[in-house]
């Protein structure tokens, strides 16, 4: 079992930068992949990034050229560098783990508001 937190959300105008990270309480080494989810209230929930064990990354289109997806196997973080922010990236930004083929840890999530 693997625990993830988030931190690093927060309160920033549209053309701002925000880092999350997500630190395990285990060894991530093992979990194929890696990502980042958003949720709204009253919309569905997003796929924003991810990244597998060999370094391979993934964007969804309305966040590519703008936010960043890594990962330290030894430190056991998640990060996600997030440039430009346009008020529409407004959500609970979520990480989340799949060991194989579904995400199944997850953590609480970080609020990240952009402001117009």
């Known amino acids: 079992q693997v625990h993830l937190v988030e931190s690093g959300g927060g309160l920033v105008q549209a053309g701002g930068s925000l880092r999350l990270s997500c630190a395990a309480s285990?060894?991530?080494?093992?979990?194929?992949?890696m990502g980042w989810f958003r949720q709204d209230p009253g919309k569905e929930r997003e796929l924003v990034a991810t990244?597998?064990?060999?370094?391979?990354?993934y964007y969804a289109d309305s966040v590519k050229g703008r936010f960043t997806i890594s990962r330290d196997n030894e430190r056991n973080t998640l990060s996600l560098q997030m440039n430009s922010l346009k008020p529409e990236d407004t959500a609970r930004y979520y990480c989340?783990?799949?060991?194989?083929?579904?995400?199944?840890?997850w953590g609480q999530g970080t609020q990240v508001t952009v402001s117009s």
């Open positions: 989340a783990g799949a060991p194989l083929e579904a995400y199944i840890y």
């Open positions: 990244i597998n064990k060999g370094g391979g990354t």
């Open positions: 285990g060894s991530i080494f093992s979990i194929d992949s």
